[in-house]
């Protein structure tokens, strides 16, 4: 691989390489550009010495910082070591990888980086293609440098048009997903205002199970804070606790209120409340998961015999866990059409004795760890 520093070449060798056998057209050269306080870079890849000699000298008139390599992976470590250049121009026709090749490289990992190919007389037709597949343009030999000059101006002001237009579209794509990510965090919050003001109002219809969501939630914060849990999740609780019957809107009144036995058809009726639940709040699986795994989950038990997916163990989420007791416990400590209230303290007992087999040791001793029997009687008590 041959490759130079510009700061290296003296002026010279534009002179040197002016002789007939590398078909040069030789014109008087404008002035040298201005320096500006960042220079474009440019990589010159052709396997003749002398070509490239000479269209390095070119741009450097021009006001480039330029590099050479001798071929393709030669090209390629130049730029993998010092980064994406403003413009490449490659021969077509290179002993081992040609001009194409490294243009289809370049097209996938630079592609800022204006191509301009450099092509025989006979190459015309694919050099065409070449600008088919990418390149800005092309120049045929002999070179003839007030060509290449005109064409490397005109590729640089489409480059920085075409990148400003990048970054002006990466701009308004950014500002749209912010706007949708906006929109749709206001469009989540009204949905989960609306349901849950739709559990209230379903509470609404009978007076035994009215402010029953809120109260599961209460406790179910208080075992996530006694289990340390982090505010996120107390938070995910929360909302877990207030949504976690939703699904019951799709069972008939006449079932809900039944003061008899079910029958198996109705028990069927109600246990389907918990996969209607997480049906009704797929809007919020990507973000509250966890509370859709309480909706469906809330009626597992550890011991694997619950409902809908026979879990158990570890298999229900923490969550489900922790709302399984605040919801067993405010059913047991609140009166019924189908039953009286437990007394607080038999309640506590029922949850002792069911730890391990329905509900989460762990979890239930949270639990009785923050109760006291007068704290509960005051919460349940009319007001």
Do not use: W
Request: net charge negative.
């Amino acid at each position: 691989m041959a490759m130079t520093s510009s700061a290296h070449r003296g002026g010279a060798a534009l002179a040197a390489a002016a002789g007939p056998t590398i078909g040069l057209v030789l014109a008087p050269s404008h002035p040298a550009a201005e320096s500006v306080p960042a220079r474009p870079r440019a990589l010159v890849v052709d396997d003749d010495d002398e070509i490239r000699r000479v269209l390095r000298r070119l741009l450097e008139r021009e006001g480039f910082d330029v590099q050479e390599a001798d071929g393709v992976d030669g090209a390629l470590e130049v730029l993998a070591h010092d980064g994406e250049v403003g413009l490449v121009i490659s021969d077509l026709h290179m002993p081992h990888r040609n001009g194409t090749e490294l243009l289809n490289e370049l097209l996938v990992q630079y592609p800022d980086t204006s191509v301009i190919m450099v092509t025989g007389d006979g190459d015309v037709s694919t050099a065409v293609e070449c600008l088919k597949l990418g390149a800005v343009d092309y120049l045929s030999k002999p070179i003839d440098l007030p060509v290449v000059r005109a064409r490397v101006a005109k590729a640089m002001r489409d480059r920085a048009r075409n990148v400003e237009l990048r970054r002006l579209q990466q701009t308004f794509e950014e500002d749209l997903q912010r706007e949708v990510r906006t929109l749709s965090h206001r469009n989540r919050a009204m949905f989960i205002a609306q349901v849950q003001m739709a559990v209230t109002m379903l509470e609404a219809r009978d007076a035994y199970t009215r402010g029953h969501s809120r109260r599961v939630a209460e406790y179910s914060t208080v075992i996530g804070r006694q289990l340390d849990l982090d505010v996120m999740l107390i938070d995910e609780l929360q909302l877990a606790g207030e949504l976690h019957d939703i699904g019951k809107i799709g069972t008939p009144d006449a079932v809900l209120r039944k003061a008899g036995p079910l029958t198996a058809e109705e028990v069927a009726q109600i246990r389907r409340h918990t996969i209607d639940g997480e049906a009704m709040l797929a809007a919020l699986r990507d973000d509250h998961p966890a509370v859709l795994q309480v909706v469906r989950s809330h009626h597992e038990r550890v011991d694997g015999t619950g409902f809908p997916d026979g879990l158990c163990g570890n298999e229900i989420s923490l969550l489900a866990r922790i709302v399984s007791v605040a919801d067993a416990f405010d059913a047991m400590t609140s009166t019924r059409t189908y039953r009286e209230l437990q007394p607080t303290a038999s309640a506590f007992e029922v949850l002792r004795q069911a730890a391990g087999a329905q509900f989460d040791p762990v979890v239930v001793t949270a639990f009785l760890a923050t109760q006291s029997l007068a704290a509960v009687e005051q919460r349940n008590s009319p007001t």
